[in-house]
């Protein structure tokens, strides 16, 4: 009886174990699938990023996300095979040091743009112009680097903490919000000095076209400025806007409690919906 009992418990123990390893594996693939999407969309935006000079940091930077994407493409065979799975984890591991280097430089440049003094406007607004190509970089690597994250721990199946696998995202966040700001700082103190009205559209006159039309002015206020393009205006506002910052994903997903149907042969996972 003792024996049958033994083998009682690790019958149970057993399907316990393999419940749990389907549960795991269900709820690996649900949260890849939407960090797959997080990434389609990511990829698209650098794909927008025109008139780019730096041919060898773009092609880094599309590698980058392609590569990424690629891993959470081929989630379900990565995740049934333990062997590739380990594989893609230490895959991640060199593809964050890829995204940090990137985003570094990204920082470094928007940093030494905001170290730029007494432009006149058409300086200026060629700088606009390039501080706009890598002010979306920066954006879309931080946004890789928190999906890369977010890969590992699900690729770990709950066996390492969330905490160690967003380790670095505070440290790039800060880094990132530092630079935006150093930005934001240069943009209101230049715009200021050339009397640049965003919301206007437009910039006070200087030099010789200020002086031709100084007595018009004097009876049109109007004549006193003259347009910007809109598009300048536009990125001088993205630049400078105070975007919220991505916020970093606590939750350990593997230690909650999942709901599983089984339903044709198939199993889904029913997220819980959280209260707002």
């Not at 773009?58 to 989630?75: E, G, M, N, Q, T």
């Not at 984890?89 to 920082?107: F, K, R, V, Y």
């Not at 300086?123 to 690597?141: D, H, I, P, R, T």
Request: aromatic residues 8%.
């Amino acid at each position: 009886m003792a024996v049958e009992a033994q083998k009682g418990t690790a019958v149970v123990a057993n399907t316990v174990a393999a419940a749990m390893g389907v549960a795991s594996m269900v709820v690996g693939q649900y949260y890849m699938t939407q960090i797959n999407a997080e990434l389609g969309a990511i990829s698209d935006g650098i794909s927008e990023i025109q008139n780019f000079q730096d041919n060898e940091y773009r092609s880094r930077v599309f590698s980058l996300v392609a590569h990424v994407k690629k891993i959470a493409d081929f989630r379900t065979e990565i995740l049934e095979n333990n062997e590739l799975r380990i594989s893609k984890i230490n895959q991640l591991d060199s593809l964050e040091e890829e995204c940090t280097q990137l985003l570094g430089q990204a920082n470094l440049t928007l940093a030494g743009f905001a170290k730029k003094t007494n432009l006149d406007y058409e300086e200026y607004e060629k700088v606009v112009g390039n501080a706009q190509n890598w002010f979306m970089y920066q954006k879309s690597l931080l946004d890789v680097l928190y999906r890369i994250a977010d890969l590992r721990y699900t690729l770990h199946l709950g066996a390492v903490s969330r905490e160690q696998c967003i380790a670095i995202l505070s440290t790039y966040t800060k880094q990132v919000q530092d630079t935006q700001s150093m930005l934001a700082a240069w943009h209101e103190g230049t715009t200021e000095r050339l009397k640049i009205d965003t919301d206007e559209v437009r910039r006070k006159r200087a030099g010789f076209d200020r002086v031709i039309h100084f007595l018009p002015g004097v009876f049109y206020k109007d004549l006193n400025y003259r347009s910007i393009e809109k598009s300048t205006a536009n990125m001088i506002r993205t630049q400078t806007s105070k975007e919220s910052t991505l916020s970093i994903d606590k939750s350990e997903l593997y230690l909650e409690d999942v709901q599983l149907i089984a339903k044709d042969g198939k199993i889904y996972y029913l997220p819980e919906t959280k209260a707002e």
